[in-house]
């Protein structure tokens, strides 16, 4: 049985995981990022960033003063008893972590421009429900920034446009962002299904760790093809020049209708924030993204 | 690629000075201003009314902080640039009426603005996007906040900072813009790109 209480604790703690301290994956390819560039301004950005991510580890505090949007990712073990107590806590969880971290109020009606004031409101925080088999439930929140969901884009391309109309777009989405999402990126790029399905695999596409090549070694040829390619720009972090522009390029699919060819390339910034934790049937914890004392 | 340590208020003639590429670090007063607070000043000199802080020779910041009261001051959370083009509308008439020297954001201005800093006398600095722990800890005090009915992201805050950067001059005084010299550059490479990707 999982309690309301517990998952509510565990998603506070989750939220101000995430926005104070990156995954180590993150981390390591903005080291990485900054050892390689060899531009002088791309150089101090990254050095920037760096600096910054230690300090908001170091000092608990929020690593970008925009904490996002809040989406959760929940994968329910079929035999956990509790579920229905699920979304009030990880609404709760999202108010207490706008006061207690504190997190900036980021959910605002889209017809009267209020701000509710605490992240929460119709939809949010949005959560995506799966069903595995097993009696734990996995936890993923994923606080998304506005500077780099802005500049994300489907396109329902004609079939015959295939392969190359995929790979021009996910290009042309580069360079029409240039700087506005804080540079280095990472692209979550996703083909076929429908509207919807290839923008949610792409989003979802996201949260895999950036050091794992995907396991399809056609995919994976490709995701490196596409982030030579991006990195060939020249839009560099900032889009103040450099060869770092995307860390990491995400590829997922679905199979597609016959006469649809969907496209969708969702924006991460460098602040690529997730966290996720796994609560077992007998209460333990555990944090699979995070190193916790 | 000089490196400056500058204190508010600046003069006209130091900022003439700077080129684009240039490095500075930035001390003294700074002010808070996104879309609202750029209209609220704006509105303020059309009915002749006093904004609440002399802006002359300081620096603009296009940033919706995050703060936190404490004891009843303010403390700066999180304080990273927010996107710039947005207050592109009124940016030049801010240059011209008020005088700042300044202007510090992500992602860069538009012809409007770049022709007024050429004009009047004023340079972009480029802060890197989303550093909001790197610039809180150079902002040594919060010396007020004013039009806080707009929100906290939207009000006016009067920050003290102390070697506030690096600031990229990305935009200068001679009509150079450094994220335009990119966006050419990109351009160009488009095609190569597409050739080695094997795009028809
Ligand atoms: S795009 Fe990302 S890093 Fe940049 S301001 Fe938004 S959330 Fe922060």
Redesign the pocket.
């Known amino acids: 049985m999982v309690t309301g209480k517990t998952v509510e604790n565990v998603a506070v703690k989750l939220i101000q995981l995430a926005v104070t301290e990156l995954p180590q994956d993150v981390k390591e390819a903005l080291h990485k990022a900054y050892n390689e560039e060899t531009n002088k301004i791309g150089k101090a950005q990254l050095k920037a960033i760096l600096d910054n991510v230690n300090l908001a580890e170091k000092t608990c505090a929020p ?6 949007v809040i989406i959760f990712h929940v994968k329910a073990g079929s035999k956990v008893d509790g579920l229905d107590n699920v979304e009030t806590a990880l609404r709760n969880a999202a108010v207490r972590a706008t006061k207690e971290i504190p997190l900036r109020p980021n959910a605002v009606n889209p017809f009267t421009q209020k701000n509710t004031g605490n992240n929460t409101g119709r939809f949010i925080p949005y959560i995506h429900w799966e069903i595995v088999v097993g009696e734990t439930l996995e936890i993923t929140v994923m ?7 802005n500049v994300s884009a489907l396109a329902m391309l004609s079939p015959n446009q295939g392969i190359s109309g995929f790979k021009k777009f996910v290009i042309d989405t580069v360079i029409k962002a240039g700087a ?3 540079p280095p990126t990472v692209l979550g790029v996703a083909v076929g299904g429908g509207a919807e399905i290839a923008m949610n695999l792409a989003k979802a596409a996201l949260l895999k760790p950036l050091n794992q090549p995907n396991p399809n070694p056609e995919l994976a040829k490709l995701e490196q093809e596409l982030r030579e390619a991006a990195n060939s720009t020249g839009i560099g972090p900032m889009g103040l020049g450099g060869k770092t522009t995307v860390l990491a390029v995400k590829i997922d699919y679905a199979h597609r209708h016959p006469a649809s060819y969907p496209v969708a390339v969702v924006v ?4 690529a ?1 997730r966290a996720t934790a796994r609560i077992y049937s007998d209460g333990t914890i555990e944090y699979l993204t995070h190193k916790v004392a | 690629m000089a490196v400056y340590r500058l204190s508010t208020p600046i003069s006209e003639e130091i900022v003439r000075k700077l080129q684009v590429n240039d490095k500075v670090y930035l001390s003294g007063t700074i002010v808070t201003a996104r879309d609202a607070g750029h209209r609220r000043a704006l509105r303020f000199h059309n009915e002749g009314r006093q904004l609440p802080i002399n802006l002359d020779g300081l620096a603009v910041f296009h940033c919706g902080p995050l703060m936190r009261q404490e004891n009843k001051s303010w403390r700066v959370v999180a304080a ?4 710039s083009s947005r207050m592109e509308p009124f940016e030049d008439q801010f240059i011209k009426l008020f005088k700042i020297r300044m202007i510090i954001g ?1 992602g860069g201005m538009g012809k409007k603005a770049v022709n007024a800093m050429k004009k009047y006398g004023a340079v972009y600095g480029a802060f890197t ?4 722990v790197l610039a809180a800890k150079a902002i040594k005090r919060v010396k007020g906040v004013e039009w806080s009915d707009l929100g906290m992201p939207e009000a006016m805050w009067i920050l003290e900072v102390e070697d506030f950067g690096p600031l990229t001059v990305a935009i200068d005084t001679h009509g150079n813009n450094l994220f335009e010299i990119i966006q050419t550059k990109v351009d160009k490479t488009k095609e190569q790109i597409y050739k080695k990707l094997g795009i028809k």
């Open positions: 690593m970008c003063q925009d904490t996002g606080p998304k920034g506005g500077g780099s969901e506005k999402p804080c991460q910034c460098w602040a924030r | 990273g640039p927010t996107t992500k996007g989303g550093a909001a």
